[in-house]
Structures are given as C-alpha cells and as structure tokens.
C-alpha cells in the first residue's frame, strides 16, 4: 500500500481510487445535441459505492504553482482567469442566465495533490493542526475546492472571473450561482478561526489582505536577475508573489524563522528577509546547496549555475 494512502486511516484506498484523476474511467461524450436530460455522473451500486465525475471545463490561469495563489478569493481581489468549458456538450446552453449572476461558485478538483492527510496547519493556525474538515485545505480525500469567484462576462464556453484562488489547468466540475439570501451567513460563528483574530471576539478574523508590499535591497534584485538569467527561474516574480501573500514561517510555503532571521525557499535557492508592520524587504539571496554538495557532482548542470552564483557573490568565511 503507498505510504501516502495509509496516512488517510480507516478509509486508505478512498484516495487511490477517487482521487486521481488519471484513474477515473472515462465516460462516453455525450451524443446528444439537443437540450434535454442528460446522462449525469453515476454511482456503481456495490458495496463501496464510487462516483464518478468528469471536468465540465478548465481553469486557464497564470498562476501555475501552489505559492502563486491566493488561499482564498477574497485574498485574491482582482485577480483574472478564464474558465474554458469543454465543446461538445451543451454547456452552451447549461449557461445561458448564469452572466446574470455577480458571484458565481466553483466546485473544482485539486488536481495537484499528491494525498490527503487526517490533520493539517492551516496557514492561519496559530494554536496547531487541525482536522482536514474543519479547514478549508486542498489536502483532502476528496480533492475538492469551492470558490466564489467574480463572474466578468461570458463569452461562448469560456468564462472570464476574477478573484481566482485556483491554478492554471484546475479541472472545474460544477458552477452554480452564488445567492446571497440563502449563502450569505455574514453573523456565522468563526470557529477555531475565532481564536486567531486579537480584534475582539465580534471582529472577523483578518483575512491576509492587502498584501504586504515587497522590496528588493539592490544585492537581492542583482542577484534575482542574475538568476532569471542563468537558471532561467523568474525568482523575483516567485519571490514577490509568495511573500505578499503573508511572510508567516509555515512548512507548506517554505517559509522558515532561523537563528539569522527569516528565510524563504524556492526551489533549490535560500532567500533572507526582514519584515517590518506589513512590509517585506528582500535582503539577499543564496544557494541552498551545502559547500560539501557543490564540490561533488562536477558534471551536473544545475550545481554549475550554483557554483557561478557562489563565484560572484561568495558565502563569508565560517567562523
Ligand atoms: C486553501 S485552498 C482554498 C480553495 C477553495 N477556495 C476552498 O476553500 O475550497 C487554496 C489553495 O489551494 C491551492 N490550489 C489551488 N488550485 C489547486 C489545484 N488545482 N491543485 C492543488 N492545489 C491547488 C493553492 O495553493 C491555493 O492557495
């Protein structure tokens, strides 16, 4: 059995079997071309019942990895994307009206997790993990994510949104209107999240807008530029996007509190910065190879952009 699918307990297959996308078994287009009732996703009728969904369209972003999004809509504000409905299907019909709608829900498919864990820390967590279904986290074992996103207008099958928290290439398997009158529960309780906000017991908790603002000290963007160039990994861009979205220590964003200060990790580079009130300023960046690491492997080409680095801004001596 993987080792991921024995973290989900009582249940381990759930995931292996509902959760990869690669594995749901495909059902025939649909012939028909007339509005009418159509052949819906089913439910075997075994022991262990298992549903089956098909992506009604795509989420086409610019946001390709999880540290580029918002954790939710409303930390996303203004932030476009298209949702591209698949042709074929009479979904040109499916949404006539719905451009009536300010607030539209997408019912999505975290298609980029590897697994589900029991227990998560929700970015906002001060007071640890909680369980998976009292967050809103995309580890779950049925990957999927609601969000109310800005309907801008509806152009044949392709939806034009803003506020998006998803990545590019999120399969959306349903969108429904969002209905204040019976959605909107503004004096609802905040759960755990009740705990986290220090603005008195009505406030809401804050939401991590606006963004904090990030600023390059001249090494760090000399540095960043140089290895956009040689790495070819628009590092600045990862940096600024990461980091005005909350500079938080939290393992999932690869953000870290050392004994020289705060760190951020983007693939194999170490980033150091400081953050005062709501402002970030980016210190310098690193190699995140060990001296030891860099001696070895002479022939491989990701450690000689690491040595050229090193070569040009060199680690002090250890004293
Ligand atoms: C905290 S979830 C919330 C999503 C949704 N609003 C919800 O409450 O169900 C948002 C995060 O999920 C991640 N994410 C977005 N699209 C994803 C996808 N297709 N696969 C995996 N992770 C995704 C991003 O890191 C994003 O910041």
Redo the contacts with the bound molecule.
């Keep these: 059995m993987p080792a991921r699918a024995k973290r989900g307990g009582g249940a381990p297959l759930l995931y292996e079997e509902a959760g990869d996308l690669e594995s749901i078994p495909a059902r025939r287009p649909c012939a028909k071309s007339r509005v009418g009732i159509v052949k819906a996703g089913s439910i075997d009728s075994d022991q262990s019942p298992r549903l089956r969904l098909e992506p009604i369209g795509y989420v086409r972003a610019a946001a390709a990895t ?2 580029q ?5 409303r930390a996303a504000q203004g932030v476009t994307a298209r949702i591209e409905l698949l042709p074929g299907r009479n979904f040109e019909h499916a949404l006539e009206d719905l451009a009536s709608w300010e607030l539209v829900w997408v019912v ?6 590897p697994g589900w864990r029991p227990k998560v820390l929700p970015p906002r967590s001060t007071t640890g993990r909680k369980g998976v279904f009292a967050t ?3 580890h779950r074992p049925n990957p999927i ?3 109310v996103v800005r309907l801008e207008r509806v152009d044949g099958l392709v939806l034009r949104i803003r506020d998006s ?3 590019d ?2 399969p959306v398997l349903d969108l429904k209107p969002y209905v204040p009158y019976t959605d909107a529960h503004p004096a609802a309780g905040n759960g755990w999240l009740a705990e986290e906000t220090t603005s008195g017991a009505d406030a809401q908790p804050d939401d991590p807008v606006p963004a904090f603002t990030v600023r390059f000290e001249p090494l760090a963007l000399a540095q960043a530029e140089w290895i956009q160039a040689h790495a070819g990994l628009p590092i600045g861009e990862r940096i600024r996007a990461t980091l005005a979205l909350g500079p938080a220590p939290h393992p999932y964003r690869r953000i870290r509190r050392g004994a020289d200060g705060m760190r951020l990790a983007v693939k194999e580079w170490r980033v150091r910065f400081t953050v005062l009130d709501r402002q970030v300023r980016v210190i310098q960046l690193d190699s995140g190879f060990r001296a030891s690491q860099l001696a070895a492997g002479t022939g491989d080409k990701t450690l000689q952009v690491h040595r050229d680095f090193l070569a040009q801004w060199p680690r002090p001596p250890v004293t």
């Design positions: 999880k540290v999004v918002a954790r939710q809509p999505f498919w975290f298609h980029r997790n809103r986290s995309p994510g609601i969000s928290d998803m990545l290439g999120t």
